[in-house]
Nanobody, 119 residues
Framework: VQLQASGGGLVHSGGSLRLSCVAS????????MGWYRQAPGKQRELVAT???????YYGDSVKGRFTISRDSAKNTVYLQMNSLRPEDTAVYYC??????????????WGQGTLVTVSS
């Protein structure tokens, strides 16, 4: 199983970006998917998660600005980021938790995509 994230880039403060992450491989089911981020010199933090049933959770710093969604048929998770701020600058990582394959169940991480917000 591999997770491939895309959509990062450079944007001005107040702008928008949409991240995508596709999980590929012999996947039977993915229960939860999400996005985390890590800014330079800081610990990785949760941005947003979404369950297979569509329930969402957001970190306090992104509530009202970011929206997570998923297409379970395509094993894809999205993160729509609006009203971006310089403090949103970070490497964004997608995560697929409780991924079921013929080998069992485990957690997977994508390679990360850099988001830079200029002031």
């Amino acid at each position: 199983v591999q997770l491939q994230a895309s959509g990062g880039g450079l944007v001005h403060s107040g702008g928008s970006l949409r991240l995508s992450c596709v999980a590929s491989g012999s996947i039977s089911r993915i229960d939860d998917m999400g996005w985390y981020r890590q800014a330079p010199g800081k610990q990785r933090e949760l941005v947003a998660t979404i369950t297979s049933g569509g329930s969402t959770y957001y970190g306090d710093s992104v509530k009202g600005r970011f929206t997570i969604s998923r297409d379970s048929a395509k094993n894809t998770v999205y993160l729509q980021m609006n009203s971006l701020r310089p403090e949103d600058t970070a490497v964004y990582y997608c995560n697929a938790d409780m991924v079921w394959t013929s080998a069992g169940m485990r957690n997977y991480w994508g390679q990360g995509t850099l988001v830079t917000v200029s002031s």
